[in-house]
């Protein structure tokens, strides 16, 4: 990592999809640094209990500290789900006040009061973020009105990381899912991409659902809204270093890493392999 870049912008993921938030984040704020870390050796976390969640994310998190980052993004909604509460309430008074973590599922739910009509809202998601309700509790504190039907998709993450997202197989399992969701409320207009890998099949989403319903896509939402809150906190925006320099962790081999993490990024990147413990 360049010396330049003494407090980067933490970026976590448990594997590739944080990828295409960071991809966002870069596009609105370029000026920033940012450190990315895909958690690949362990991933999916999809599908993890919530205590192996959290110590994983804890873990990740004390690595970004330990690199200069003052500021985290937990870019991965598993672990926001199953780890970020914790972190906050339990972890950073003791490992420094003045550091922040913050998550994607506020921010992606913050967004649909101005996109819903029927107030019908789907969620696609692995079945870990499904199970953990975090969701429906964040709709039911902002939007007590709205109505959530989840639906988890334990394909589309191998599928994609297995590179299998624009052959036929994937479109089986997108329609079977979709199908699945509108099938269990048909007077959803809106549906949330409930896990950062699922921008990668959003044309073959867009294809099998109804024209009329929006699709939630969360890296842009999650770019705006880390602008807003720079803006808001100007005392962790001035802690930032700006170099626009970009550099990447991952607990797999770099090797297997760096041509995947290109195909998110959709520009060749080099990584760095890690250790966590």
Not at 18 to 24: F, P
Not at 228 to 235: A, F, G
């Amino acid at each position: 990592m360049s010396q330049s870049m003494e407090s980067p912008i933490g970026i976590f993921d448990s594997g590739y999809g944080g990828l295409t938030i960071l991809r966002e984040i870069k596009r609105l704020l370029p000026e920033y640094d940012y450190l990315y870390l895909g958690d690949n050796a362990r991933a999916p976390y999809g599908t993890r209990s919530f205590d192996i969640v959290y110590r994983f994310t804890l873990q990740a998190v004390n690595e970004l500290f330990s690199r200069g980052c003052r500021l985290v993004i937990l870019a991965c909604n598993t672990a926001s789900a199953k780890a970020l509460r914790t972190i906050q309430q339990n972890d950073l008074p003791t490992i420094d006040p003045s550091r922040r973590v913050l998550g994607v599922i506020r921010p992606t739910v913050e967004a649909l009061e101005g996109l819903t009509r029927t107030g019908h809202i789907g969620l696609f998601a692995t079945p870990g973020t499904v199970r953990s309700d975090s969701y429906r509790l964040e709709i039911e504190k902002l939007y007590p009105g709205m109505k959530l039907t989840g639906h988890a998709c334990p394909m589309w993450v191998p599928l994609i990381e297995n590179n299998e997202a624009h052959h036929p197989g994937a479109d089986y399992f997108v329609r079977k899912d979709t199908n699945a969701l509108m099938t269990a409320d048909p007077d959803i207009d809106t549906v949330i991409l409930g896990c950062t890998h699922y921008p990668i099949l959003y044309s073959k989403i867009r294809e099998a659902l109804p024209p009329s319903v929006n699709i939630v896509s969360q890296g842009e939402i999650v770019a705006s809204s880390l602008a807003d809150y720079l803006t808001r906190h100007p005392e962790i925006e001035q802690t930032l270093s700006r170099t626009g320099a970009s550099a990447f962790l991952t607990t797999e081999s770099a090797d297997s890493f760096s041509p995947m993490a290109s195909l998110f990024m959709r520009t060749p990147i080099t990584s760095t392999q890690i250790t966590l413990n």
